[in-house]
């Protein structure tokens, strides 16, 4: 599987947007880009996903470089409820077999 | 639907007992992933299954792990016998193929064994 980068920590003011950035320089052309973020004390949960366009959904917007070769995940306003880990991962859909590499991810804090 | 379900929430053990831990997959989906994080490694694959059948068992650690899946509704993954150093929180998640798109993980049981 293709290798991410993500920062270690961010910080971020409540109510005020985040962009979390991701760099996948050895992405290859079936990757699709996704973010997963885990809660503290729960399991991680699917943000977003795409392959080559911008995408928006109700939890976050995902911009994807035009190389593809970085992205950013976009919280628009920040909550204290957005305070978790952020998993930036690649996946081969074209692939038979369907699972995923979590790395270290960035650890996102909100200050009240 | 209720989500995937994981019991115990949580399990304290002596070293050398066996463990058990249960996953219900959402009804319909047709993987089923075994994770375990720990503060050093992290979020690391176990197994997982399609159709009710093992795929791919390289990320289990030895053999003193084991995972089943007897039905599309049911998993388990046995540690026997224990040892200290499976002390983690392990994660079931379960998907659909056909959406290619999300893992629906459960809240996860916290394994301690002392």
């Known amino acids: 599987d293709a290798k991410t980068t993500q920062p270690n920590s961010m910080e971020s003011n409540e109510e005020e947007p985040v962009h979390l950035p991701c760099n996948h320089s050895t992405i290859s052309g079936t990757d699709y880009i996704h973010w997963y973020r885990q809660l503290p004390s729960q399991g991680p949960e699917y943000v977003i996903h795409g392959l080559t366009s911008n995408v928006n959904n109700r939890m976050a917007s995902l911009a994807i470089a035009e190389d593809r070769k970085s992205s950013t995940l976009i919280l628009h306003r920040a909550t204290l409820r957005d305070a978790a880990v952020y998993y930036c991962?690649?996946?081969?859909?074209?692939?038979?077999?369907?699972?995923?590499?979590f790395g270290k991810g960035t650890r996102l804090h909100i200050l009240p | 639907d209720a989500g995937v379900i994981q019991s115990p929430r949580h399990e304290v053990t002596e070293m050398g007992q066996e463990v058990t831990l249960r996953c219900k997959p959402i009804s319909g989906h047709d993987y089923l992933f075994w994770y375990r994080q720990t503060m050093m490694r992290g979020l690391e694959l176990l197994i997982y299954f399609n159709n009710n059948v093992p795929i791919d068992d390289s990320g289990m650690p030895e053999d003193r792990f084991s995972a089943k899946m007897p039905n599309a509704s049911f998993s388990t993954l046995k540690i026997q016998p224990s040892e200290p150093r499976d002390s983690a929180v392990y994660f079931c998640?379960?998907?659909?193929?056909?959406?290619?798109?999300?893992?629906?993980f459960g809240p996860g049981t916290r394994l301690t064994v002392l």
């Open positions: 991962i690649l996946r081969d859909l074209m692939r038979r077999d369907d699972k995923i590499i």
């Open positions: 998640a379960s998907s659909f193929r056909r959406t290619y798109n999300e893992q629906f």
